[in-house]
Protein backbone atom coordinates (compact mmCIF):
# COMPACT_ATOMS: atom_id res chain seq x y z
CA UNK A 1 0.00 0.00 0.00
CA UNK A 2 1.24 3.57 -0.93
CA UNK A 3 1.76 5.58 1.86
CA UNK A 4 3.34 8.91 0.74
CA UNK A 5 4.24 10.01 -2.61
CA UNK A 6 6.17 12.82 -3.96
CA UNK A 7 5.78 14.27 -7.44
CA UNK A 8 8.28 17.05 -8.31
CA UNK A 9 8.16 19.01 -5.22
CA UNK A 10 10.52 22.29 -5.40
CA UNK A 11 11.34 24.23 -2.41
CA UNK A 12 12.94 27.41 -2.50
CA UNK A 13 13.67 29.88 1.03
CA UNK A 14 13.66 33.03 -0.67
CA UNK A 15 15.37 33.08 -3.71
CA UNK A 16 17.50 30.68 -2.40
CA UNK A 17 16.86 27.07 -4.43
CA UNK A 18 16.55 24.36 -1.65
CA UNK A 19 14.89 21.33 -3.39
CA UNK A 20 14.37 20.66 -7.07
CA UNK A 21 12.08 18.38 -8.71
CA UNK A 22 12.12 15.93 -5.59
CA UNK A 23 9.74 12.53 -6.32
CA UNK A 24 9.46 9.29 -4.34
CA UNK A 25 6.98 6.91 -3.46
CA UNK A 26 6.96 5.39 0.16
CA UNK A 27 5.13 1.76 0.39
CA UNK A 28 3.68 -0.23 3.73
CA UNK A 29 6.80 -1.75 5.33
CA UNK A 30 9.28 0.20 4.33
CA UNK A 31 12.06 1.73 6.20
CA UNK A 32 13.79 4.41 4.51
CA UNK A 33 17.60 6.03 5.49
CA UNK A 34 18.12 9.29 4.31
CA UNK A 35 21.40 10.29 2.84
CA UNK A 36 23.44 13.97 1.70
CA UNK A 37 25.94 16.00 2.34
CA UNK A 38 25.05 19.03 4.87
CA UNK A 39 22.86 21.49 3.52
CA UNK A 40 22.12 18.84 0.98
CA UNK A 41 18.18 19.55 1.86
CA UNK A 42 17.71 16.06 3.69
CA UNK A 43 15.74 18.11 6.84
CA UNK A 44 14.28 20.42 4.61
CA UNK A 45 12.41 17.35 2.50
CA UNK A 46 11.35 15.86 6.34
CA UNK A 47 10.14 19.39 7.04
CA UNK A 48 7.97 19.68 3.91
CA UNK A 49 6.63 15.70 4.66
CA UNK A 50 5.75 16.73 8.16
CA UNK A 51 3.33 19.99 7.10
CA UNK A 52 6.07 22.26 8.35
CA UNK A 53 7.80 24.07 5.15
CA UNK A 54 5.03 25.46 2.49
CA UNK A 55 6.80 23.83 -0.67
CA UNK A 56 6.41 26.06 -4.23
CA UNK A 57 5.67 23.18 -6.22
CA UNK A 58 4.99 20.11 -7.22
CA UNK A 59 2.79 17.63 -4.50
CA UNK A 60 2.85 15.67 -1.65
CA UNK A 61 0.17 12.63 -1.28
CA UNK A 62 -0.39 11.63 2.25
CA UNK A 63 -2.14 8.04 2.50
CA UNK A 64 -3.73 9.73 -0.86
CA UNK A 65 -4.88 12.78 0.27
CA UNK A 66 -3.31 15.97 -0.61
CA UNK A 67 -0.52 17.28 1.59
CA UNK A 68 -1.08 21.39 1.00
CA UNK A 69 -4.70 21.05 2.35
CA UNK A 70 -4.18 18.28 5.10
CA UNK A 71 -5.72 19.97 8.49
CA UNK A 72 -2.85 19.42 10.96
CA UNK A 73 -4.53 17.48 13.36
CA UNK A 74 -5.36 15.01 10.48
CA UNK A 75 -1.83 15.15 9.59
CA UNK A 76 -0.61 14.30 12.99
CA UNK A 77 -2.79 10.80 13.11
CA UNK A 78 -0.22 9.98 10.02
CA UNK A 79 2.72 11.36 10.14
CA UNK A 80 4.66 11.69 13.41
CA UNK A 81 7.90 13.91 13.70
CA UNK A 82 11.15 13.60 15.72
CA UNK A 83 12.98 16.64 15.52
CA UNK A 84 16.80 16.74 17.04
CA UNK A 85 16.43 16.55 20.67
CA UNK A 86 17.79 19.76 22.64
CA UNK A 87 17.82 19.38 25.94
CA UNK A 88 18.69 22.80 26.74
CA UNK A 89 15.93 25.02 27.63
CA UNK A 90 13.81 22.26 27.64
CA UNK A 91 10.75 23.02 29.60
CA UNK A 92 10.63 21.01 32.71
CA UNK A 93 8.14 18.42 32.22
CA UNK A 94 8.30 14.72 33.63
CA UNK A 95 8.82 12.74 31.13
CA UNK A 96 5.23 10.93 31.51
CA UNK A 97 3.74 14.20 30.36
CA UNK A 98 5.87 15.02 27.72
CA UNK A 99 5.42 11.41 26.56
CA UNK A 100 1.16 12.47 26.70
CA UNK A 101 1.79 15.53 24.61
CA UNK A 102 1.81 13.42 21.63
CA UNK A 103 -1.70 11.89 22.23
CA UNK A 104 -2.99 15.63 21.76
CA UNK A 105 -4.45 14.64 18.12
CA UNK A 106 -6.77 11.86 19.60
CA UNK A 107 -8.06 13.91 22.72
CA UNK A 108 -10.85 16.71 23.44
CA UNK A 109 -9.96 20.25 23.69
CA UNK A 110 -9.55 20.07 26.94
CA UNK A 111 -6.71 17.38 26.28
CA UNK A 112 -7.71 15.09 29.81
CA UNK A 113 -5.98 11.85 29.06
CA UNK A 114 -8.57 9.41 29.07
CA UNK A 115 -7.41 5.66 30.18
CA UNK A 116 -6.56 4.67 26.78
CA UNK A 117 -4.15 7.30 26.48
CA UNK A 118 -2.32 6.03 29.88
CA UNK A 119 -2.08 2.64 28.68
CA UNK A 120 -0.71 3.87 25.07
CA UNK A 121 1.35 6.01 27.15
CA UNK A 122 2.39 3.01 29.22
CA UNK A 123 3.46 1.07 25.88
CA UNK A 124 5.07 3.78 24.35
CA UNK A 125 7.23 3.73 26.95
CA UNK A 126 7.58 -0.18 27.50
CA UNK A 127 8.98 -0.12 24.22
CA UNK A 128 11.64 3.07 24.35
CA UNK A 129 12.75 1.86 27.80
CA UNK A 130 12.09 4.88 28.73
CA UNK A 131 9.81 3.41 32.24
CA UNK A 132 11.93 4.11 34.58
CA UNK A 133 12.28 7.40 33.61
CA UNK A 134 8.42 8.34 34.05
CA UNK A 135 8.98 10.84 37.07
CA UNK A 136 12.16 12.60 35.77
CA UNK A 137 12.36 16.36 34.44
CA UNK A 138 12.64 16.54 30.96
CA UNK A 139 16.20 19.09 31.29
CA UNK A 140 17.54 16.72 33.52
CA UNK A 141 18.09 13.59 30.92
CA UNK A 142 21.36 12.78 29.11
CA UNK A 143 21.09 13.26 25.08
CA UNK A 144 20.71 9.56 24.63
CA UNK A 145 17.53 9.45 26.98
CA UNK A 146 15.99 12.75 25.96
CA UNK A 147 16.15 10.93 22.26
CA UNK A 148 14.28 7.79 23.43
CA UNK A 149 11.34 10.34 25.26
CA UNK A 150 11.26 11.98 22.21
CA UNK A 151 10.98 8.53 20.30
CA UNK A 152 8.03 7.23 22.92
CA UNK A 153 6.04 10.89 22.05
CA UNK A 154 6.09 10.03 18.85
CA UNK A 155 4.93 6.43 19.52
CA UNK A 156 2.00 7.68 21.57
CA UNK A 157 1.00 9.36 18.31
CA UNK A 158 0.29 6.05 16.60
CA UNK A 159 1.16 7.20 13.45
CA UNK A 160 1.93 4.85 10.39
CA UNK A 161 4.89 6.65 9.62
CA UNK A 162 8.00 8.42 11.37
CA UNK A 163 9.85 11.03 10.66
CA UNK A 164 13.37 11.17 12.24
CA UNK A 165 15.88 14.14 11.67
CA UNK A 166 19.45 12.35 12.85
CA UNK A 167 18.39 10.33 15.39
CA UNK A 168 22.08 8.79 16.86
CA UNK A 169 23.57 11.19 15.20
CA UNK A 170 25.26 12.81 18.87
CA UNK A 171 25.26 10.06 20.78
CA UNK A 172 27.85 7.55 22.06
CA UNK A 173 28.22 3.73 20.61
CA UNK A 174 25.96 2.62 23.18
CA UNK A 175 23.02 4.72 22.82
CA UNK A 176 23.13 4.37 19.29
CA UNK A 177 22.66 0.94 19.38
CA UNK A 178 20.19 1.41 21.47
CA UNK A 179 17.90 3.75 19.28
CA UNK A 180 18.87 1.25 16.79
CA UNK A 181 17.10 -1.47 18.59
CA UNK A 182 14.33 0.73 19.59
CA UNK A 183 13.29 1.73 15.96
CA UNK A 184 13.54 -2.02 14.82
CA UNK A 185 11.30 -2.77 17.81
CA UNK A 186 8.93 0.11 16.48
CA UNK A 187 8.58 -1.02 13.14
CA UNK A 188 8.38 -4.70 14.48
CA UNK A 189 5.49 -4.33 16.83
CA UNK A 190 3.68 -1.53 14.52
CA UNK A 191 5.05 -2.03 11.20
CA UNK A 192 6.01 1.66 11.01
CA UNK A 193 7.19 3.63 7.91
CA UNK A 194 10.30 5.22 8.83
CA UNK A 195 12.13 7.76 7.09
CA UNK A 196 15.92 8.82 9.03
CA UNK A 197 18.36 11.20 7.95
CA UNK A 198 21.43 9.61 8.96
CA UNK A 199 25.52 10.20 7.92
CA UNK A 200 26.24 6.50 9.33
CA UNK A 201 26.39 4.73 5.82
CA UNK A 202 27.12 1.55 6.94
CA UNK A 203 24.02 1.43 9.89
CA UNK A 204 21.99 3.02 7.12
CA UNK A 205 22.67 0.15 4.56
CA UNK A 206 22.84 -2.32 6.67
CA UNK A 207 19.15 -1.44 9.17
CA UNK A 208 16.74 0.04 6.66
CA UNK A 209 15.34 -1.52 3.34
CA UNK A 210 15.51 1.27 1.19
CA UNK A 211 17.65 4.43 0.54
CA UNK A 212 16.86 7.86 -0.12
CA UNK A 213 20.54 9.80 -1.51
CA UNK A 214 20.33 13.43 -1.90
CA UNK A 215 22.53 15.63 -3.97
CA UNK A 216 23.01 18.80 -5.86
CA UNK A 217 18.76 19.52 -4.56
CA UNK A 218 17.47 16.60 -5.73
CA UNK A 219 17.07 12.88 -5.92
CA UNK A 220 20.28 10.63 -6.92
CA UNK A 221 19.15 7.99 -5.66
CA UNK A 222 15.41 6.25 -4.66
CA UNK A 223 15.86 2.42 -4.36
CA UNK A 224 16.48 -0.36 -2.12
CA UNK A 225 19.10 -0.92 -0.09
CA UNK A 226 20.76 -4.00 -1.76
CA UNK A 227 20.30 -2.19 -5.35
CA UNK A 228 22.45 1.03 -3.65
CA UNK A 229 24.87 -1.51 -2.46
CA UNK A 230 25.41 -2.83 -6.29
CA UNK A 231 26.26 0.60 -7.13
CA UNK A 232 29.08 0.41 -4.36
CA UNK A 233 31.40 2.79 -4.16
CA UNK A 234 30.87 4.84 -7.07
CA UNK A 235 27.29 6.45 -6.21
CA UNK A 236 28.48 7.16 -2.54
CA UNK A 237 31.48 8.92 -4.43
CA UNK A 238 28.46 11.08 -6.21
CA UNK A 239 26.53 11.93 -3.14
CA UNK A 240 29.41 13.11 -0.92
CA UNK A 241 32.15 14.39 -3.56
CA UNK A 242 34.54 11.90 -1.69
CA UNK A 243 36.04 8.44 -2.39
CA UNK A 244 34.47 5.46 -0.78
CA UNK A 245 36.71 2.08 -0.46
CA UNK A 246 34.57 -1.40 0.22
CA UNK A 247 36.00 -3.61 2.98
CA UNK A 248 34.79 -7.04 3.04
CA UNK A 249 34.48 -8.73 6.97
CA UNK A 250 31.89 -11.17 8.40
CA UNK A 251 32.40 -13.60 5.02
CA UNK A 252 31.81 -10.35 2.87
CA UNK A 253 28.12 -10.98 2.60
CA UNK A 254 28.07 -6.74 3.99
CA UNK A 255 30.94 -5.15 2.97
CA UNK A 256 31.95 -1.67 4.86
CA UNK A 257 32.64 1.01 2.84
CA UNK A 258 34.96 3.23 4.57
CA UNK A 259 35.71 7.29 3.39
CA UNK A 260 39.55 7.72 1.94
CA UNK A 261 41.57 10.42 2.40
CA UNK A 262 41.36 13.33 0.44
CA UNK A 263 44.45 13.84 -1.26
CA UNK A 264 46.15 16.82 -0.35
CA UNK B 1 5.49 14.59 48.24
CA UNK B 2 3.55 14.09 45.53
CA UNK B 3 0.41 16.09 46.14
CA UNK B 4 -2.41 15.82 43.93
CA UNK B 5 -2.97 18.99 41.32
CA UNK B 6 -6.87 18.89 41.89
CA UNK B 7 -6.46 19.08 45.93
CA UNK B 8 -3.76 21.92 45.36
CA UNK B 9 -6.29 23.98 43.13
CA UNK B 10 -9.25 22.94 45.38
CA UNK B 11 -7.28 24.69 48.73
CA UNK B 12 -6.10 27.41 46.58
CA UNK B 13 -9.75 28.15 45.56
CA UNK B 14 -11.37 28.39 48.88
CA UNK B 15 -8.48 30.41 50.07
CA UNK B 16 -9.14 32.75 47.07
CA UNK B 17 -12.94 32.57 48.15
CA UNK B 18 -12.10 33.44 51.59
CA UNK B 19 -9.42 36.27 51.04
CA UNK B 20 -11.84 37.70 48.57
CA UNK B 21 -14.97 37.35 51.21
CA UNK B 22 -12.90 39.25 54.05
CA UNK B 23 -10.92 41.63 52.16
CA UNK B 24 -14.06 43.94 51.81
CA UNK B 25 -13.70 44.50 55.87
CA UNK B 26 -10.64 45.35 56.02
CA UNK B 27 -9.57 49.13 55.21
CA UNK B 28 -8.53 52.54 56.83
CA UNK B 29 -10.76 51.05 59.65
CA UNK B 30 -11.77 47.75 60.13
CA UNK B 31 -15.45 46.78 59.62
CA UNK B 32 -16.97 44.17 61.54
CA UNK B 33 -19.64 42.15 59.17
CA UNK B 34 -21.61 41.84 62.18
CA UNK B 35 -22.49 45.95 62.75
CA UNK B 36 -22.67 46.48 59.05
CA UNK B 37 -25.92 47.80 59.77
CA UNK B 38 -25.20 49.81 62.61
CA UNK B 39 -24.63 52.92 60.89
CA UNK B 40 -25.74 53.11 57.16
CA UNK B 41 -22.55 54.57 56.17
CA UNK B 42 -20.53 51.54 56.79
CA UNK B 43 -22.80 49.90 54.62
CA UNK B 44 -22.74 52.04 51.89
CA UNK B 45 -18.64 51.96 52.34
CA UNK B 46 -18.67 48.53 52.47
CA UNK B 47 -20.74 47.75 49.24
CA UNK B 48 -20.19 50.76 46.71
CA UNK B 49 -16.54 51.70 47.67
CA UNK B 50 -14.76 48.41 49.13
CA UNK B 51 -16.05 45.20 47.33
CA UNK B 52 -15.83 46.85 43.66
CA UNK B 53 -12.25 47.72 44.43
CA UNK B 54 -11.49 44.52 46.24
CA UNK B 55 -13.28 43.04 42.78
CA UNK B 56 -11.23 45.19 40.45
CA UNK B 57 -7.82 44.11 42.26
CA UNK B 58 -9.02 40.37 41.66
CA UNK B 59 -10.07 41.03 38.20
CA UNK B 60 -6.06 42.68 37.61
CA UNK B 61 -4.74 40.42 39.45
CA UNK B 62 -5.82 37.25 37.36
CA UNK B 63 -5.90 38.60 34.51
CA UNK B 64 -2.32 40.18 33.76
CA UNK B 65 -1.17 36.93 35.89
CA UNK B 66 -2.88 34.33 33.26
CA UNK B 67 -1.36 36.68 30.32
CA UNK B 68 1.91 36.69 31.72
CA UNK B 69 1.65 32.51 31.83
CA UNK B 70 0.22 32.92 28.03
CA UNK B 71 3.31 34.37 26.77
CA UNK B 72 5.89 32.86 28.87
CA UNK B 73 4.67 29.20 27.21
CA UNK B 74 4.02 30.71 23.96
CA UNK B 75 7.27 32.69 23.62
CA UNK B 76 9.11 29.83 25.13
CA UNK B 77 10.90 32.72 27.31
CA UNK B 78 10.87 33.21 31.38
CA UNK B 79 10.99 36.69 30.58
CA UNK B 80 7.94 37.07 29.01
CA UNK B 81 5.06 39.24 29.85
CA UNK B 82 2.86 42.31 29.24
CA UNK B 83 5.20 44.77 30.29
CA UNK B 84 8.32 43.43 28.59
CA UNK B 85 6.09 42.50 24.82
CA UNK B 86 5.11 46.35 25.05
CA UNK B 87 1.56 45.84 25.26
CA UNK B 88 1.76 47.82 28.74
CA UNK B 89 3.84 50.79 27.53
CA UNK B 90 1.60 51.13 24.54
CA UNK B 91 -1.32 51.14 26.58
CA UNK B 92 0.58 53.79 29.25
CA UNK B 93 1.16 56.16 26.13
CA UNK B 94 -2.32 56.02 25.36
CA UNK B 95 -3.71 56.99 28.48
CA UNK B 96 -0.49 59.55 28.40
CA UNK B 97 -2.08 61.28 25.32
CA UNK B 98 -5.72 61.51 26.71
CA UNK B 99 -4.46 63.36 30.07
CA UNK B 100 -2.03 65.53 28.00
CA UNK B 101 -4.63 66.63 25.51
CA UNK B 102 -7.06 67.46 27.96
CA UNK B 103 -9.60 64.80 27.26
CA UNK B 104 -11.47 64.77 30.09
CA UNK B 105 -14.80 62.88 30.41
CA UNK B 106 -16.48 59.78 29.42
CA UNK B 107 -17.48 57.82 26.44
CA UNK B 108 -20.68 55.80 27.84
CA UNK B 109 -19.01 55.64 31.28
CA UNK B 110 -15.67 54.83 29.99
CA UNK B 111 -13.56 57.33 30.39
CA UNK B 112 -11.54 58.95 27.88
CA UNK B 113 -8.22 57.58 29.43
CA UNK B 114 -9.37 54.25 29.05
CA UNK B 115 -9.94 54.28 25.44
CA UNK B 116 -6.68 56.17 25.43
CA UNK B 117 -5.37 53.31 27.21
CA UNK B 118 -6.83 50.37 25.13
CA UNK B 119 -5.86 51.29 21.82
CA UNK B 120 -1.96 52.34 22.92
CA UNK B 121 -2.48 48.30 23.88
CA UNK B 122 -4.17 47.27 21.00
CA UNK B 123 -1.66 49.32 18.56
CA UNK B 124 1.67 48.12 20.31
CA UNK B 125 0.44 44.89 19.89
CA UNK B 126 -0.40 45.16 16.52
CA UNK B 127 2.74 46.81 15.76
CA UNK B 128 5.13 43.30 17.41
CA UNK B 129 2.39 41.03 15.68
CA UNK B 130 3.34 42.40 12.43
CA UNK B 131 6.64 42.76 13.05
CA UNK B 132 7.33 39.50 14.00
CA UNK B 133 4.70 37.98 10.49
CA UNK B 134 7.32 39.51 8.04
CA UNK B 135 9.57 36.64 9.00
CA UNK B 136 7.72 33.18 7.65
CA UNK B 137 9.11 31.27 10.39
CA UNK B 138 8.92 34.26 13.04
CA UNK B 139 11.01 33.04 16.18
CA UNK B 140 9.87 33.45 19.80
CA UNK B 141 12.69 35.49 20.47
CA UNK B 142 12.27 37.69 16.81
CA UNK B 143 9.34 38.94 18.51
CA UNK B 144 10.32 39.37 22.04
CA UNK B 145 12.48 41.79 20.17
CA UNK B 146 10.22 43.42 18.52
CA UNK B 147 8.38 43.39 21.74
CA UNK B 148 11.15 45.25 23.83
CA UNK B 149 11.75 47.79 20.27
CA UNK B 150 8.41 48.51 20.45
CA UNK B 151 8.13 48.73 24.13
CA UNK B 152 11.17 51.16 24.34
CA UNK B 153 9.49 53.30 20.77
CA UNK B 154 6.59 54.37 23.42
CA UNK B 155 8.16 54.82 26.80
CA UNK B 156 10.39 57.51 25.09
CA UNK B 157 7.30 59.03 23.15
CA UNK B 158 5.49 59.24 26.93
CA UNK B 159 9.09 60.84 28.39
CA UNK B 160 8.66 63.06 24.74
CA UNK B 161 5.16 63.44 26.42
CA UNK B 162 5.70 64.10 29.85
CA UNK B 163 8.41 66.45 28.69
CA UNK B 164 6.29 68.70 26.83
CA UNK B 165 3.44 69.21 29.29
CA UNK B 166 2.77 71.39 32.27
CA UNK B 167 3.41 70.31 35.79
CA UNK B 168 0.24 69.29 36.71
CA UNK B 169 -0.39 66.98 33.51
CA UNK B 170 3.12 65.38 34.81
CA UNK B 171 1.98 64.79 37.88
CA UNK B 172 -0.99 63.24 36.49
CA UNK B 173 1.09 61.17 34.48
CA UNK B 174 3.43 59.90 36.59
CA UNK B 175 0.76 59.03 39.41
CA UNK B 176 -1.06 56.88 36.82
CA UNK B 177 1.70 55.68 35.13
CA UNK B 178 2.53 53.98 39.34
CA UNK B 179 -0.96 52.00 38.88
CA UNK B 180 -3.57 52.09 41.38
CA UNK B 181 -7.04 50.47 41.87
CA UNK B 182 -9.20 53.50 42.64
CA UNK B 183 -12.39 52.48 41.42
CA UNK B 184 -15.42 54.32 42.91
CA UNK B 185 -18.42 52.13 42.19
CA UNK B 186 -18.78 49.37 39.82
CA UNK B 187 -19.17 51.43 36.02
CA UNK B 188 -15.52 50.93 35.35
CA UNK B 189 -16.22 47.49 36.63
CA UNK B 190 -18.77 46.93 34.29
CA UNK B 191 -16.61 48.48 31.23
CA UNK B 192 -13.55 45.15 32.28
CA UNK B 193 -15.80 43.11 32.44
CA UNK B 194 -16.77 42.03 28.49
CA UNK B 195 -13.59 42.43 27.89
CA UNK B 196 -11.88 40.36 30.70
CA UNK B 197 -14.43 37.30 30.05
CA UNK B 198 -13.58 36.81 26.46
CA UNK B 199 -10.30 37.16 27.08
CA UNK B 200 -10.07 34.91 30.03
CA UNK B 201 -12.37 32.26 28.64
CA UNK B 202 -10.33 31.95 24.87
CA UNK B 203 -7.35 31.18 27.14
CA UNK B 204 -8.63 28.84 28.94
CA UNK B 205 -9.71 27.16 26.31
CA UNK B 206 -6.72 27.39 24.57
CA UNK B 207 -4.36 25.95 27.99
CA UNK B 208 -4.12 22.12 26.24
CA UNK B 209 -2.05 24.04 23.37
CA UNK B 210 0.01 25.98 25.47
CA UNK B 211 2.09 22.76 26.78
CA UNK B 212 2.25 21.66 23.06
CA UNK B 213 3.79 25.09 21.91
CA UNK B 214 6.14 24.99 25.21
CA UNK B 215 7.61 21.90 23.51
CA UNK B 216 8.38 24.00 20.47
CA UNK B 217 6.48 24.84 17.72
CA UNK B 218 7.32 22.36 14.78
CA UNK B 219 6.60 19.43 17.59
CA UNK B 220 3.09 21.39 18.39
CA UNK B 221 2.13 21.92 14.94
CA UNK B 222 3.14 17.85 13.77
CA UNK B 223 1.00 16.98 16.63
CA UNK B 224 -2.06 19.18 15.05
CA UNK B 225 -1.74 22.73 16.80
CA UNK B 226 -2.99 25.38 14.08
CA UNK B 227 -0.01 27.30 15.28
CA UNK B 228 -1.12 30.54 13.48
CA UNK B 229 -4.60 30.61 14.52
CA UNK B 230 -3.42 29.85 17.81
CA UNK B 231 -1.32 32.34 18.47
CA UNK B 232 -3.31 34.94 17.18
CA UNK B 233 -6.57 33.97 19.10
CA UNK B 234 -4.15 33.97 21.84
CA UNK B 235 -2.55 37.43 21.15
CA UNK B 236 -6.03 38.76 20.61
CA UNK B 237 -6.95 37.36 24.39
CA UNK B 238 -4.04 38.92 25.85
CA UNK B 239 -4.35 42.67 23.99
CA UNK B 240 -8.28 42.79 25.13
CA UNK B 241 -7.30 41.45 28.66
CA UNK B 242 -4.11 43.84 29.49
CA UNK B 243 -5.92 47.11 27.59
CA UNK B 244 -8.90 46.71 29.71
CA UNK B 245 -7.09 46.14 32.87
CA UNK B 246 -4.46 48.93 31.91
CA UNK B 247 -6.79 51.45 31.37
CA UNK B 248 -8.52 51.38 34.53
CA UNK B 249 -5.63 50.32 36.88
CA UNK B 250 -2.83 52.13 35.10
CA UNK B 251 -0.07 49.58 34.43
CA UNK B 252 0.59 47.31 37.02
CA UNK B 253 4.01 45.40 37.51
CA UNK B 254 5.59 42.74 38.99
CA UNK B 255 2.02 40.14 38.54
CA UNK B 256 2.20 39.44 34.97
CA UNK B 257 5.83 38.27 35.28
CA UNK B 258 6.28 36.77 38.43
CA UNK B 259 2.98 35.32 39.80
CA UNK B 260 3.02 32.46 36.87
CA UNK B 261 6.77 32.07 38.15
CA UNK B 262 6.06 31.36 41.79
CA UNK B 263 2.78 29.09 40.53
CA UNK B 264 5.31 26.80 38.38
CA UNK B 265 7.54 26.29 41.00
CA UNK B 266 4.58 24.85 43.28
CA UNK B 267 2.37 23.79 40.90
CA UNK B 268 3.30 21.15 37.75
CA UNK B 269 4.29 22.55 34.20
CA UNK B 270 1.07 21.36 32.63
CA UNK B 271 -0.83 24.20 31.86
CA UNK B 272 -4.74 23.31 32.64
CA UNK B 273 -3.31 23.11 36.22
CA UNK B 274 -0.99 25.75 36.04
CA UNK B 275 -3.82 28.34 34.38
CA UNK B 276 -6.01 28.16 37.02
CA UNK B 277 -3.21 28.59 39.86
CA UNK B 278 -1.88 31.25 38.29
CA UNK B 279 -5.58 33.38 37.57
CA UNK B 280 -6.89 32.46 41.42
CA UNK B 281 -3.14 33.37 42.79
CA UNK B 282 -2.51 36.64 40.88
CA UNK B 283 -6.31 37.75 41.39
CA UNK B 284 -5.45 37.03 45.19
CA UNK B 285 -2.00 38.37 45.61
CA UNK B 286 -3.63 42.03 43.95
CA UNK B 287 -6.29 42.29 46.31
CA UNK B 288 -3.80 41.47 49.60
CA UNK B 289 -1.40 44.33 48.17
CA UNK B 290 -4.30 46.29 47.35
CA UNK B 291 -5.47 46.12 50.91
CA UNK B 292 -2.02 46.93 51.92
CA UNK B 293 -1.81 49.84 50.30
CA UNK B 294 -5.03 51.21 51.53
CA UNK B 295 -3.55 50.32 55.43
CA UNK B 296 -0.23 50.88 55.24
CA UNK B 297 -0.47 54.62 55.38
CA UNK B 298 -3.97 55.40 56.43
CA UNK B 299 -5.60 57.22 55.70
CA UNK B 300 -3.37 58.06 52.75
CA UNK B 301 -3.17 55.30 49.76
CA UNK B 302 0.21 53.98 48.70
CA UNK B 303 -0.12 53.67 44.75
CA UNK B 304 -0.82 49.08 44.45
CA UNK B 305 2.31 49.13 42.27
CA UNK B 306 4.70 49.82 44.71
CA UNK B 307 3.51 47.59 46.81
CA UNK B 308 3.74 44.54 44.47
CA UNK B 309 7.39 44.03 44.24
CA UNK B 310 7.98 45.21 47.94
CA UNK B 311 5.68 42.47 48.74
CA UNK B 312 6.50 40.08 45.89
CA UNK B 313 10.03 40.55 45.22
CA UNK B 314 11.27 39.67 48.31
CA UNK B 315 8.58 35.87 48.77
CA UNK B 316 9.83 35.21 45.07
CA UNK B 317 13.95 35.83 46.06
CA UNK B 318 13.41 33.27 49.11
CA UNK B 319 11.31 30.84 46.52
CA UNK B 320 14.26 31.17 44.26
CA UNK B 321 17.06 30.48 46.88
CA UNK B 322 15.84 28.69 49.61
CA UNK B 323 13.26 26.35 48.15
CA UNK B 324 14.65 24.05 45.16
CA UNK B 325 12.79 25.68 42.57
CA UNK B 326 12.59 22.78 40.23
CA UNK B 327 9.48 24.85 37.76
CA UNK B 328 11.84 27.54 37.41
CA UNK B 329 13.88 27.16 33.93
CA UNK B 330 15.80 30.88 33.55
CA UNK B 331 19.33 29.26 33.00
Redesign the interface.
Known amino acids: MQLIEVKNLDYSFGEKCVLKDISCQIYKGETWSIIGKNGAGKSTLI?CL???LPFNKGSIHIQGLDGKTL???????I???V?QANA???????VF??VM??R??Y?G????PSDHDVKIVNNAMDLTDTKELAFR?M?TLSGGELQRVFLAGAVA?QTPVLLLDEPSTFLDPLHQELIRKTLQRIHDEFGTVLLTITHDINAALSNFTNVLAIADKTVLFAGTTSEFRKQGPHILEKVFSLKFSEEKFDNGTKPFLIPQEIPS | MRKSPVLQLAGLFIGTMAILFAAPFFGMDFISPFGLNSHPLLKTIVVSLRIPRVLAAFIAGSGLSLCGMMFQAMF?NPLADPFTLGISSGASCGAAATILLGLNGAFFSITYISVGAFAGAAMAMFCVFLLSSFQRAASAITTLLAGIAISFLFSSMLMFMQYLSSLRDSFHIVRWLMGGIEVFGYDQIISMLPFYILGIILIF?K??VL??L???D??A??????IKQTKSVLLFAATVIVGSIVAVCGPIGFVGLMIPHIC?MIF???H?VLGPACFLSGGIFLVICDTVSRIIIAPAEMPVGVITAMLGGPFFLWLLFFKKA??L?L?
Open positions: KAGLRPKDRAKIAYPRNFAPYTDFLGFPQLMAFLPQ | KLLPDQLAGDLQTRGVEKKTKVKGSD
